[in-house]
């Protein structure tokens, strides 16, 4: 699932993963779980992305293919921040291939929505989750404190929106000749999006078979 930061992605994944029965694997829940932690990774990761930067591919690529490499993913799965640069989407195409078809869905927002959208973002400090807009108090899923990312201050999102306004047209240029590739208006309220998704990823999968 491509899109920018604040256009649904993590949401979509979720539901979509849940919907299928299938993982969810976000690299940045990966990577912000390793910074909890304080792992090798995480300490290396920290700083890199509380600037809003992009955390270099070789890193990248060994933790996504180590995770698509476990059983569970064996039947598929849902990716959330990867790849995002061209050399990551040539990487999984390699870990993918022989696998089934990938589908590329690409959730588009204006950037004035998107900049809206991340200054009222929360997270839950302990499960990760996105919070859904009408939580009020704690973290309907484990009870946690919400709190926002730190990279979703202002200046940071400004930084995060450039990296990927940068990043994402050749990703875009990349996979978009591809039959498997589908646009998809994330500017709707999130159970539009939602519909919308499932439609597109089983008449792309269908268009991939044919
Ligand atoms: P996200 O939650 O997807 O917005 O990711 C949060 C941060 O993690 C990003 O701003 C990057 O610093 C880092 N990150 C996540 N996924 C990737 C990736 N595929 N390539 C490089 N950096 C990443």
Do not use: H
């Not at 078809?101 to 499960?127: F, G, N």
């Not at 309907?140 to 940068?166: P, W, Y």
């Not at 050749?170 to 939602?194: M, W």
């Amino acid at each position: 699932m491509l899109g920018p930061p604040g256009a649904g992605k993590g949401t979509q994944a979720e539901r979509l993963a849940r919907a299928r029965g299938l993982p969810k694997i976000s690299t940045g829940d990966i990577l912000r779980e390793a910074v909890q932690a304080g792992t090798g990774l995480g300490l290396a990761a920290k700083t890199t992305m509380e600037a809003g930067n992009l955390i270099g591919d070789d890193v990248m690529i060994g933790i996504v293919r180590e995770r698509l490499d476990r059983d569970d993913a064996r039947g598929g799965f849902v990716l959330d921040g990867f790849p995002r640069t061209v050399v990551q989407a040539a990487a999984l195409d390699g870990m993918v291939d022989g696998r089934g078809p990938l589908v590329v869905l690409d959730i588009v927002v204006p950037e004035d929505v998107l900049v809206r959208r991340l200054a009222t973002r929360r997270i839950c400090s302990k499960c990760g989750v996105n919070a859904a807009v009408e939580w009020t108090g704690d973290c309907q899923n484990c009870g946690g404190t919400l709190i926002a990312r730190i990279d979703d201050s202002v200046e940071i999102v400004r930084e995060r929106l450039k990296i990927f306004l940068r990043q994402s047209q050749p990703l875009v240029d990349y996979y978009s000749p591809r039959p498997t590739f589908r646009s998809i208006d994330g500017n709707q309220p999130p159970d539009v999006v939602t519909t919308r998704i499932e439609a597109a990823l089983d008449e792309a999968a269908r268009s991939a078979t044919l």
